[in-house]
């Protein structure tokens, strides 16, 4: 196989063993990317030079016999919400085209720290709002599988798409509502989105902050294992990141799960649902129990009241955040301005795409006066109910397993009239957020027209090992997580 | 129900110029949103304290001590518009 399709630990292998060289890797990678880049447009930004630099460090390290982790000279896409210093970071908004932070977010100097090289910023829904990532002002990402008419999922569509097509080896994304869950599912790739404080957000840029993590997108569990490996751990430069000992996660991937009870929730498989999906979840669900573990039947009573709770909150917060984005400090000011007040309406509306606006707007208005204890503060006693409702579950069970989305991937173009109906492809994804915690999707299916179908594994706070122990259990009794895209394979 | 008027002081508030198109969209929109929003009415939560944030942190400190920031050069370098090491704006006062 080609070099670009392969995963970090048997590329570590080559590099430790001196069969091929970081830079060699590096070139393959770059390659790949432009060959298929113009088809999926995973990328807003493309760092060749950086990428080589980086290469030919790593290099001179395994030359050296130095090797500080197994991501030395890999390959990595990075979300363009997530600040890399020196190197523009738009979040796919036409109000930061111009912004080069000068600083890296926390995981990029971790990152770097580990030798990792960094091929690009990938392409995202602005600001992360969105399950499509249609609504990037650089234009859409396209999912590598179908016919390549099909949306990649978002917000995270261009890292996952960029995995799915093999133009990286494994991606950063963020997930705020299933940013990452989802894409990853609709791409058949694997996406972890960590317990709420288990990786530092310090240069993520803020959407809605009591909801977003950053986490990896990657071709097999034990790359999410590597990723997650480097990335977890308390900052002090986050407040909010969790001051817990990371475990050593190489270590669960290969321990059996007998005698393990995992939890079906029956509100996860409504009417409406795709058929070929259910299906493909329910049949990965018997796999597992073949594996030895045993299934307990739970319930989240309040399942169905996760997308309007999420949508109040996310765009509240969203709303406070975005107020930063005023044509001062960063980003493109308007030319137009007659005094102050006009600059700041004109800044935000030529600069923002139409989902912004929507959600601000919403959020505004949610917290405005008089609206604040109908909507926002309900919407915050609806958070403490689904922490309830999971807290409840997990005391018959050490694990969730459900699906990540009630449909596979969906045409462009499909929702984007229909905000509403969007908004729906979050409802598996969202109330993991709502209450912090770890969860997972990895590959299980592909429906009639190639499309992949994730399954979603679902944990208590900090448990991500245990989500890494059952999907790679799963992992190792199938193989949905070695297909290939059939469209791009001759390019 | 959001009038248009209503959406304009929201606009006002979120310092958002929107065209009448816009306008027109949003309030139609946000009307369907909200309406679905509603369904959050059907569940009582009585005496459910509300939940900001999943973490149970209270005041995290540091030590008082200097640290590395970044320089005054690096925090205007991506200004539109700074003169003398301050950010400039139009004109507030006549």
Known sequence: MELAGLTIHALHAKLVSHEITATALTEAVLARLAAVEERVHAYITVTPELARQQAAAADEAFARGEICSPLQGIPLAIKDNICTKGIRTTCASRILANFVPPYDATVMQRLKAAGAVCVGKANMDEFAMGSSTENSAFGPARNPWGDLGYVPGGSSGGPAAAVAADACIAALGSDTGGSIRLPAALTGVVGLKPTYGRVSRFGLVAFASSLDQIGPLTKDVRDAAILMQAIAGHDIYDSTSGDVAVPDYSQVLERDIRGMRLGVPREYFVAGMDQEVEGAVRTGIETIRTLGAELVDVSLPHTRYAVATYYILANAEASSNLARYDGVRYGVRTTQAANLLDMYMRTRAEGFGAEVKRRIMLGTYALSTGYYDAYYKKAQQLRTLFRQDFHQAFTQCDALLAPVSPTAAFRLGERLEDPLQMYLADVFTIPVNLAGLPAISIPCGLTRQTLPIGLQMIAPPFREATLLQIAAAFEAATDFHTRKPPLLVDC | ?94
């Open chain 2, 1 to 94: 129900m959001i009038s248009e008027a209503q959406m304009e002081h929201v606009a006002q508030l979120a310092r958002l110029a929107l065209s009448p198109e816009e306008k027109q969209r949003l309030t139609e929109q946000l009307n369907a949103i909200l309406s679905y929003m509603d369904q959050l009415n059907e569940v009582s939560t009585d005496g459910v304290e509300p939940t900001a944030h999943v973490l149970d942190l209270v005041n995290v400190l540091r030590d008082d001590t200097v640290r590395q920031t970044l320089r005054a050069d690096e925090a205007l370098a991506n200004a539109p518009e700074t003169a003398q090491h301050f950010f400039v704006v139009p004109r507030i006062v006549e």
